[in-house]
């Protein structure tokens, strides 16, 4: 795991020493990225600068330093991230012949795409990726993003220059950045918490789409689109033409099978290796199958003092059960409290799902222990574990006989009957959408119509999940398996993916998700609805998985998620934080949200009238954002932010329990 950085002047060379220094200035910005090791390349008659920082977790010799080089000297890459299946591509290119000088991974990848070609490289790599790919004989540079969008690359065009790398701090950190915020994205976090690829919070600053790759070279001028090396889409309608066909015991053996050895190849590392674990399915899942491949598996839990929000105790039970060593650390709130300053330079860009506040402590946590840590992500979206799946899907049957003038009368006499409750008017609004996308676009909006919030909003900027609609396979699918691809595409790369990288990135923690390896998801994929989901209850097929290591009743309970009592911090410890970042008149000289409509959510939360804080937790998160200075610092005052965020990490003073257990595992 690594942080990388460039650039690339399209129309003259450059100052060997400058393009040097200004690349390590870039990269000096993804420090906790990378802190084992720092490199440079570059190539002034070409105007390329290719940077990096290592966090060595494979062949932690100088033989994995990077920017790396290939045999023949051809290329040069910058990589972030895992490939997992190295082992078998080097025994693929030493069959061949190719020269290979250590173990990493990287040179495996190198070696691949210098044998087969970029796009035959990419269909062989199984892993988490980010790269930059210089060809010097072309005189090209290939970005480059794996299938989920696991790792992040951001890239734009600044007059000549093209600036990319891991984090947009790093991008802002090079002269020739201008940095004017993107109104039109802003409508986007409002509506979903976070801002989805391909857009940033900076106008002309893109983010890679997951499974793409963009190809450009000297005298081009302008950046050329995006090209899909591998989709959620088209692995849905492959899922949907070819679906399984076996049966139930079958489905299940295979899954495990599969599963088991996407958690063996992540369980290789030359590091110590551990694992979240929250005591729910897929986590529970993830640590069990470990315990075929390594004799001792370390595992990490946070716990709350708030009722409702601690799912410790579950995790202890399922630790013990399967003799893992298991350190948990209980926090207040004021221990949680402390991080949330820190979030604005942790994330780069405003982002609003507050479990990144115990996604943070929980790796703070493993990182005094382990280097790599696994995790049970991807689980709810290929398996439908999420309860919104099965409220929408029969909110849309409902819907489909009902006319839509109809469904839009009932959906605003439910609005303003507050004895309805919130779940109840939200069905109602699903019901007057029309079409699923909608449907589903109302199902995960925080604001239902940002532009109410805002001053002069922009024209609201093009989703990735409207080209399902338009996609062939769209009308043959069920709405369970319509919304699990719309997450897949957005919610999953954009927010859980996103979460979970910055977070473990800045205590310099790889988080790896065995859930995405690709022979999981395509047979995921291929699952009729009833592999899924049963009663009232998601992910049937990967519970029969579990039950097979862990006693059902230690993990069967109702779905808890990663979450924190936001709306009673708003209106107690958080309160006074939030109420000088939504202040009328920082609001309107701030000139993006509309002071009225925020405080009217605010004063309303307060009341204890309605839950407004899923709606305020995006302002507020674009306040602190906008408050530590990014859209306007230099790259001094970049600098000296990353520094304090550095020296002022939270220190809470919690509960640490170890529990090692001598306990044989569980047959």
């Not at 001053?455 to 093009?462: F, N, S, T």
Request: with cysteine; hydrophobic share 40%; aromatic share 8%.
């Amino acid at each position: 795991m690594c942080g990388l950085a460039g650039s690339l002047d399209l129309a003259r060379s450059t100052n060997a020493e400058v393009l040097r220094a200004t690349a390590e200035v870039m990269a000096g910005q993804l420090v906790h990225r990378g802190p084992d090791d720092a490199g440079t390349w570059v190539d002034a008659a070409h105007g390329i600068a290719l940077a990096h920082r290592r966090l060595a977790v494979v062949d932690l010799s100088p033989s994995g330093h990077q920017p790396m080089v290939s045999a023949s000297g051809r290329l040069v890459i910058a990589f972030n991230g895992e490939i997992y299946n190295f082992p078998r591509l080097r025994a693929e290119l030493v069959g061949q012949g190719y020269p290979l000088r250590g173990r990493s991974d990287t040179e495996a990848l190198i070696g691949a795409i210098e044998t087969w070609g970029i796009a035959a490289a990419l269909d062989r790599v199984e892993g988490m990726f980010a790269f930059a790919l210089w060809d010097r004989a072309q005189a090209r540079l290939t970005l480059a993003r794996d299938r989920f969008g696991e790792k992040p690359l951001y890239y734009g065009l600044f007059g000549d220059t093209v600036l990319f790398g891991s984090e947009l701090q790093a991008l802002r950190s090079h002269p020739a950045f201008r940095g004017e915020i993107d109104r039109g994205s802003l409508t986007l976090l409002l509506r979903h918490g976070y801002i989805p690829a391909p857009h940033s919070v900076f106008r002309g600053v893109s983010k890679l789409p997951p499974g793409s790759t963009i190809t450009l070279g000297r005298g081009s001028v302008s950046l050329p689109k995006p090209e899909v090396y591998w989709s959620v889409l088209d692995a849905v309608e492959a899922g949907a033409r070819s679906p399984w066909t076996g049966d139930d015991r079958e489905a299940v053996d295979e899954l495990e099978r599969r599963l088991s050895d996407a958690v063996g190849l992540r369980c290789d590392a030359d590091v110590p290796l551990g694992a979240f674990l929250s005591g729910g399915i897929d986590s529970s899942t993830v640590v069990a199958l470990m315990r075929q491949h390594t004799d001792r598996v370390r595992t990490f839990t946070i716990g709350f003092s708030e009722h409702g929000f601690d799912e410790s105790a579950h995790a202890r039970a399922v630790a013990k059960y399967l003799g893992t060593d298991h350190t948990e650390l209980s926090v207040g709130a004021r221990d949680a409290l402390a991080v949330v300053p820190h979030l604005p330079t942790m994330f780069g860009e405003p982002f609003a799902d507050s479990s990144q506040i115990p996604t943070y402590l929980v790796s703070r946590l493993a990182r005094e222990h382990v280097t790599v840590a696994l995790s049970g992500d991807g689980g709810d979206e290929l398996f439908a574990g999420y309860e919104r799946y099965r409220r929408g899907a029969r909110a849309v049957a409902l819907a489909r006989p009902v006319p839509g003038v109809l469904r839009r009368l009932v959906a605003r006499r439910v609005e303003v009957t507050p004895a309805w409750g919130p779940r109840v008017g939200r069905i109602a609004s699903v019901l007057a959408r029309d079409g699923r996308v909608e449907q589903y676009r109302e199902l995960v909006s925080n604001w239902v119509d940002p532009a109410q919030a805002m001053l002069a909003p922009e024209r609201r900027r093009p989703e990735p999940a409207t080209a399902l609609a338009d996609h062939a396979a769209f009308g043959d699918l069920s709405s369970i398996r319509c919304f699990q691809a719309l997450d897949l595409m957005t919610y999953l790369p954009d927010d859980i993916l996103a979460k979970v990288d910055r977070a473990s990135m800045a205590v310099s923690l790889e988080a790896r998700v065995p859930m995405l390896d690709r022979r999981v998801v395509e047979l995921a994929l291929s699952f009729p609805d009833h592999l899924n989901v049963r009663g009232r209850e998601g992910k049937w097929a990967l519970r029969q998985v579990l039950y097979r290591h862990v006693d059902p009743a230690l993990v069967e309970r109702p779905k808890m998620g990663f979450g924190v009592p936001m709306a009673a911090w708003l209106r107690g410890p958080l309160k006074d934080w939030a109420s000088d970042l939504l202040d009328e008149r920082v609001l309107r000289d701030g000139g993006h949200f509309d002071p009225a409509a925020v405080r009217h959510v605010w004063n309303g939360h307060q009341a204890g009238t309605k839950d407004g804080s899923w709606r305020l937790w995006p302002v507020l998160m674009f306040q602190a954002w906008l408050a530590v200075g990014w859209p306007d610092a230099g790259v001094a005052e970049a600098e000296l932010l990353r520094s304090n965020t550095n020296s002022l990490q939270p220190r809470p003073s919690p509960t640490l329990v170890n529990l090692t257990s001598d306990q044989p595992r569980a047959s």
